[in-house]
């Protein structure tokens, strides 16, 4: 079994559980911890760091990982040890230092000018990354009508983005 020391960057809740993606404090990239069945997001007792309490962004955490599980459209996937999380501390200077180091200043935001990567782009070929920080001067967080979910608008370098919010914490 390996472990990982990362950076919490990410926690959102989706379909009864959790995806929780970070940056290596080792400086060697992101991480996303999945299950073998990449579709079922985590289950509560698979992140939990104590009684009753998961991963917050900004914690800095040690993951039990048992191997690469990367998919060409998501090369960061690891799969999931089954050993408990361990809290090791909240994030330091140096922690935000290494996610300031990260941000992707746009235009195109993961190789696209847009909120998705159409699949055809990168069909037969593996992407570069599929997590990214960002840190557009203004933002605005709007509710879609016809679905009732929480987006974002935003632009980097004159490229317009609307995404979903998956953690509206």
């Not at 990410?10 to 069945?37: F, K, Q, Y």
């Not at 309490?53 to 191997?67: E, I, K, Q």
């Not at 993961?110 to 920080?133: E, F, K, M, N, T």
């Not at 016809?146 to 919010?165: C, K």
Request: net charge negative; aromatic share 6%; hydrophobic share 40%.
């Amino acid at each position: 079994m390996l472990e990982a020391e990362i950076i919490c960057v990410a926690r959102s809740h989706m379909n009864l559980g959790w995806c929780v993606a970070g940056l290596r404090t080792d400086g060697e990239g992101w991480i996303r911890p999945v299950n073998e069945d990449m579709e079922e997001p985590l289950r509560p007792d698979q992140i939990r760091l104590g009684p009753g309490r998961l991963p917050y962004v900004g914690d800095v955490c040690r993951v039990p990982l048992l191997r690469p599980l990367q998919q060409p459209y998501q090369p960061e996937n690891w799969l999931v040890g089954r050993q408990p999380w361990r809290l090791v501390r909240a994030w330091t200077a140096e922690d935000i230092a290494l996610c300031i180091e990260c941000i992707e200043s746009g235009p195109n935001l993961l190789d696209s000018p847009g909120d998705s990567v159409p699949a055809a782009a990168v069909w037969g070929q593996a992407v570069r990354a599929s997590l990214a920080i960002v840190a557009p001067k203004d933002a605005e967080c709007y509710v879609r009508e016809r679905d009732g979910r929480p987006r974002m608008l935003f632009a980097l370098e004159g490229v317009d983005y609307d995404l979903a919010v998956t953690d509206p914490v």
